[in-house]
């Protein structure tokens, strides 16, 4: 039986063969498709694993059945399948992925056209049509086309290195090492980093061991431990599709998204005319006192699929990030791209003489409170489980955010939130946290410590 448990945090999420059958996925490309329209165009992708491959196939063939044209792009990064909308006009997408966390879970990402990703409210109509099986299938001669696009892969190379200074960062010999979580990102970021004359260390760049999800806090490790031996300038961790990354600076060391989203609103609000940042709600409020300094304004919107992308869209913004690892640089799409922020950060570097962990060291940080504590090698391994399962018998209001390495657990506007990371070359999980009310944030630290030992 289909329930609503298959959509989570706005996006379906279900186990291949379990919650979610080859016709299920049948039947919601049908809906998908019928609610696309008859004789539109559609791009589809996917990740390197079995399941992925499966689901993907079951879909298109229900989008088939309602007369909708599908253009397969097969595996790849969905940065390429969000270009591929916005470049071409189409009219939605689909990508099948794996989950970073939970190894036997598949997701739907599904795109509108723009390549902006479908809200929850769209998600929740569209498992609506499927319950009530609202489709509408066409007759034979009205069946839908599959096409190929292999292509569409070099037109992506070719377009998103104009969007930074080439000559600049081509003139600096940098060293990025990058891990790709054994996704088709590792076929993509190779010639865009050639182009830039950017030597790069590629890892996990092969098709999944599907006992194995990455990134983990095995291979964050691995990947800190590397960038620090080859003398790297830069290190990024993708999730398996290449829609979210971890960043890490000449040391080895992780960049908290915080810190990030403030040194690219610095940076943006400097030369742009319109002064409109959105940003979820739990970001970090320095943002607020830079945008408002240079006469601009900060828009928070809920942290939900789509919704920074539709603000961006709507209010002609200069700049969008979330804590969630993603960043928006209008000039090029409303939609987030790993590798364009990579580009971005490589371009900084460069642009101010300075290694990454001088820049971060010089961005301001608002009424920010740090503590840490040693653990074991299994609770390292297992905290944001432990957390999330226990976190409701202590805290009532609270909304608890993956940030790929860790978690991030926000208390709302005036309350503020807690980032809990392990430290990478020994056993410590650190607490990094923002909060207007000293004592409320200090006594949730405290909290937490009491669950990780309970």
């Known amino acids: 039986m289909i329930t609503e448990k298959i959509i989570v945090d706005g996006r379906f999420v279900a186990k291949a063969n379990e919650e979610m059958t080859p ?49 397969n792009l097969f595996a790849v990064p969905t940065p390429v399948l969000q270009f591929a909308i916005k470049r071409f006009a189409i009219d939605g997408g689909v990508i099948f992925t794996n989950s970073h966390n939970v190894k036997e879970n598949t997701g739907f990402k599904i795109y509108e056209r723009g390549g902006i990703e479908f809200s929850e409210k769209k998600i929740k109509s569209l498992f609506d049509s499927l319950i009530k099986n609202k489709i509408e299938r066409v007759p034979p001669k009205e069946i839908g086309r599959i096409s190929k696009a292999e292509d569409v892969g070099e037109i992506y190379q070719s377009a998103i290195t104009q969007f930074v200074n080439k000559n600049l960062i081509r003139a ?28 790069l260390i590629l890892l996990n760049s092969q ?17 800190s431990k590397i960038i620090k031996t ?29 810190d990030l989203l403030t040194l690219f609103v610095s940076e943006i609000i400097k030369n742009d ?13 320095t943002i607020d006192e830079i945008v ?13 699929p789509g919704a920074i992308s539709s603000s961006i869209r709507s209010s002609r913004a200069s700049f969008g990030g979330s804590d969630s690892g993603k960043y928006r640089f209008p000039e090029y799409a409303p939609f987030s791209d790993t590798i364009l922020t990579t580009l971005k ?35 390292i391994q297992k905290f944001q ?40 070359n020994e056993n410590i999980l650190t607490f990094s946290a923002e909060s207007d009310d000293e004592t409320f944030i200090k006594n949730a630290i405290k909290t937490i410590k009491e669950i990780l030992f309970s």
């Open 207 to 223: 098709e999944p061991d599907l006992d194995n999800v990455h990134p983990n806090i095995n291979s964050i490790r691995r990947i």
């Open 292 to 304: 408002k300094k240079a006469g601009g304004v900060v828009r928070r919107v809920l942290n939900e």
């Open 345 to 379: 950060i490589c371009e900084y570097m460069v642009k101010h003489k300075l290694k990454l962990s001088e820049i971060i060291q010089k961005i301001p940080k608002k009424n920010r409170f740090q503590d840490q504590i040693p653990v074991n090698e299994e609770l």
């Open 273 to 285: 005319d319109v002064k409109i940042i959105i940003t979820t709600e739990s970001t970090t409020k």
């Open 385 to 424: 489980f432990k957390i999330e399962e226990n976190i409701s018998k202590y805290m009532s209001e609270y909304n608890v955010i993956d940030t790929l390495i860790g978690i991030k657990i926000f208390f709302g506007i005036d309350k503020g939130w807690i980032n809990i990371n392990p430290r990478l």
């Open 172 to 199: 600096k010999d940098l060293i990025v090492v990058a891990d790709c979580a054994n996704g088709p990102m590792g076929s993509i970021i190779p010639p865009i980093m050639n182009q830039l004359n950017i030597d």
């Open 23 to 71: 016709e299920i996925a049948a039947t919601l490309g049908a809906v998908y498709g019928t609610e696309t329209g008859k004789n539109n165009v559609i791009v589809v992708a996917r990740d390197y694993r079995v399941d992925s491959r499966m689901l993907k196939r079951a879909f298109i063939a229900g989008a088939l059945s309602a007369g909708v044209n599908v253009i």
């Open 230 to 258: 080859s003398d790297a300038n830069l290190g990024v961790c993708f999730d398996v599709d290449g829609s979210r990354a971890l960043f890490f600076d000449e040391n080895g060391n992780y960049i908290e998204s915080d």
